[in-house]
T-cell receptor, first 112, second 109 residues
């Protein structure tokens, strides 16, 4: 099992460019999440999904969109990247409510 | 918002027990207490979780007070590899994990 895999691991974008971060899990988990982590801070929830075809907003959703067309994938999109979106992005998944979450190794995004 | 309060940093001697406290005074009846840790810049790693009773696994023990307003994570024999940021999280319906800034634990040789 690969667990939770994030693609890409590193990316540099210019302001205004768009990109999509891919999160894939092979554990048949219902719940998936996207977080961002800025230096010296904890993780902040961007968006999450409680099942295929569903999405919901977290703490800091502005500037991001998500889609969960397939159960195993959760995509995070930046339509027009801004320097404030420079961060490390983590994806996670969990089977159901009150179960442990598994995290990917992160995507380091720099917007210049 | 994170519903927990943790000390920003702690030190522990190698081989001794590390006791990490967490206050969650506003916890509701259906919310669990979870502990995760993050080593360097890796993805957070699950440690343990509980609802009411104390829990133990191969990594740690979780002690939850009777009123459930606070808990303590115990690493029985800390090693240098346990140096990490430890997050205490309270989560219920929807399983949304809101992380605070955690406790930075340094294990000293």
């Amino acid at each position: 099992n690969a667990g939770v895999t994030q693609t890409p691991k590193f990316r540099v974008l210019k302001t205004g460019q768009s990109m999509t971060l891919l999160c894939a899990q092979d554990m048949n988990h219902e719940y998936m999440y996207w977080y961002r982590q800025d230096p010296g801070m904890g993780l902040r929830l961007i968006h999450y999904s409680v099942g295929e075809g569903t999405t919901a907003k977290g703490e800091v959703p502005d500037g991001y969109n998500v889609s969960r067309l397939k159960k195993q994938n959760f995509l995070l999109g930046l339509e027009s990247a801004a320097p404030s979106q420079t961060s490390v992005y983590f994806c996670a998944s969990s089977y159901w409510d009150s179960t442990e979450a598994f995290f990917g190794q992160g995507t380091r995004l720099t917007v210049v | 918002d994170a519903k927990t309060t943790q000390p920003p940093s702690m030190d522990c001697a190698e081989g001794r027990a590390a006791n990490l406290p967490c206050n969650h005074s506003t916890i509701s009846g259906n919310e669990y207490v979870y502990w995760y840790r993050q080593i360097h810049s890796q993805g957070p790693q699950y440690i343990i979780h509980g609802l009411k009773n104390n829990e133990t696994n191969e990594m740690a023990s979780l002690i939850i007070t009777e009123d459930r307003k606070s808990s303590t994570l115990i690493l029985p024999h800390a090693t240098l590899r346990d140096t990490a940021v430890y997050y205490c999280i309270v989560s219920g319906v929807g399983n949304q994990f809101y992380f605070g800034t955690g406790t930075s634990l340094t294990v000293i040789p």
